[in-house]
């Protein structure tokens, strides 16, 4: 049974950073792409970042403009996402994902269909 759980979201100012990470558990992580989604009020969940099995390969949304960064430690069975430069529009529940590694360029999908409890962020002075 595939596990997420998701941590590290809170408040911050904007402009400031925050390291989201996601535990996962019930598969084979090091053989698995990971996915990073959000949900912000009254929107529709969207993709916002994948990184391949090993790592080697990345996908982000336009609107990350460069501003945050997936990794993982396949050691600890655990994805990360550093987000600097916040903005109140990245204001969203967070949620990561299992994704197929080979698609993981082209964006998250969601490929094992589970999500965790997500982890809420509010970026707002």
């Known amino acids: 049974q595939v596990q997420l759980v998701e941590s590290g979201g809170g408040l911050v100012q904007p402009g400031g950073s925050l390291r989201l990470s996601c535990s996962a558990s019930g598969f084979n992580f090091k053989d698995y792409g990971m996915g990073w989604f959000r949900q912000a009020p009254g929107k529709e969940r969207e993709g916002v970042s994948c990184i391949s099995s090993d790592g080697s390969n990345t996908y982000y949304a336009d609107f990350v403009e460069g501003r945050f960064t997936i990794s993982r430690d396949n050691a600890k069975n655990t994805v990360y996402l550093q987000m600097d430069s916040l903005k109140p529009e990245d204001t969203a529940v967070y949620y990561c994902?299992?994704?197929?590694?080979?698609?993981?360029?082209?964006?998250?999908?969601?490929?094992?269909?589970?999500w965790g409890q997500g982890t809420p962020v509010t970026v707002s002075s």
């Open positions: 994902s299992a994704e197929d590694s080979s698609s993981c360029p082209l964006g998250p999908i969601n490929a094992l269909d589970a």
